[in-house]
């Protein structure tokens, strides 16, 4: 892809130059009766004179290319970049010299070839230091504006590059809040189980286990496989039915190709953690009902629960902010997160495009 980039802009590059250097042959005057008039004392001893007319243009012309490559890639890098004042008057005397050098190169090859056109055979005049000068400034200012637009794609790609690393910094410190929040609540509920010397203990370990593999070898990765997520949501279930008492009635329906697809690990847990910590109570119903739903335009995610208020006091607001700050930068304009809160009940509907 570099190669082909670099190849085309080489071949525009050569396309731009080859106009640049023919141009003067469409602008030689052929057809002028004047010149004609004059031209008719050597037209018998010079019959190509228009061919000669073209290769003095092409000579300035030609030093101009050259010219145009030594300032874009020693002159303006060398005195104009280093912001030093000498440097801009350095500049300006040597650009002043290379018109001064560029002009008397193409006044000389023009006197050669025309030496047989004594219409041709006069002092330098104030119009063709005129002339040259417009063509050698426009080649300079070209420059200069290539030269501008060339630094200020390097500053965007730098500022690019600075932004996605600081992302990534951030994902990754998103990442190790999430770790730990959810690795102290499933402690908590061993430590209950053990409490209780539930059977249940071992099995909570074995899951934890299984859980703690799936956040050390998956969640390095930008994306995995949306069955991986159901599989470790299905663990995170399982451990959290085996602390809760009867009261706890969970649902969990996937509709859809849960293969078809690629989601963010560890995106959909805060939003399950969320229902299970503030939505369970051995004292009442706790109804908690999951759907995922997966077609090929998008993802449909939606989490609801009951509210009890004695247990709203205790919310830490870790979880539902970091999944909101990591949706906006993994999925920028691709997604829409609604959370109604009611007295009752706590839904959390997201959608994710996968197109």
């Not at 219409?119 to 040259?132: A, G, Q, T, W």
């Not at 992302?167 to 209780?196: A, C, D, V």
């Not at 990591?326 to 007295?343: A, F, N, T, V």
Request: proline residues 4%; hydrophobic residues 45%; charged residues 20%.
């Amino acid at each position: 892809m570099i190669l082909d980039k670099r190849f085309y802009n080489i071949l525009l590059q050569m396309l731009l130059w080859g106009v640049f250097l023919v141009l003067p042959y469409f602008m030689i005057p052929h057809n002028s009766p004047e010149l004609n008039r004059q031209l008719m004392l050597v037209r018998e001893s010079q019959p190509h004179w228009i061919y000669y007319m073209f290769l003095t243009s092409l000579s300035l012309n030609a030093c101009l290319v050259v010219f145009f490559y030594l300032h874009n890639q020693y002159l303006f890098d060398r005195f104009i970049l280093t912001g030093r004042p000498s440097g801009y008057v350095i500049y300006v005397v040597i650009i002043c010299l290379s018109f001064g050098l560029i002009f008397s190169i193409s006044y000389l090859i023009r006197n050669e070839l025309l030496r047989t056109f004594s219409l041709f055979e006069r002092p330098i005049e104030l119009r063709d230091v005129i002339r040259s000068a417009m063509w050698f400034f426009l080649v300079l200012f070209a420059g200069i504006g290539v030269k501008l637009t060339e630094l200020w794609r390097q500053a965007e790609r730098r500022a690019r590059d600075i932004e996605n690393e600081h992302l990534r910094t951030e994902l990754s410190f998103l990442h190790m809040q999430i770790n730990p929040h959810f690795l102290f609540n499933s402690l908590n509920t061993i430590y209950g189980l053990s409490l209780k010397k539930s059977d249940n203990a071992p099995k909570a370990v074995l899951k934890l286990s299984q859980l703690l593999r799936y956040m050390i070898e998956e969640t390095g990765q930008n994306m995995v496989p949306l069955e991986q997520e159901v599989t470790y949501l299905n663990n995170f279930i399982e451990l959290q039915k085996m602390r809760s008492g009867p009261s706890l009635s969970v649902t969990f329906d996937v509709v859809g190709d849960k293969h078809a697809a690629n989601i963010a690990p560890m995106l959909l847990l805060p939003f399950v953690e969320n229902a299970f910590k503030y939505g369970l109570t051995n004292s009442l119903d706790s109804p908690i009902d999951i759907t995922l739903t997966i077609t090929a335009e998008h993802i449909l995610f939606s989490v609801i629960n009951r509210k009890f208020e004695n247990m709203e006091r205790h919310s830490s607001g870790i979880g539902i902010p970091n999944v909101q700050r990591r949706l906006e930068l993994l999925y920028p304009g691709k997604y829409e997160l609604d959370i109604k809160d009611s007295k009752e009940t706590y839904l959390v509907k997201l959608k994710i495009a996968l197109t």
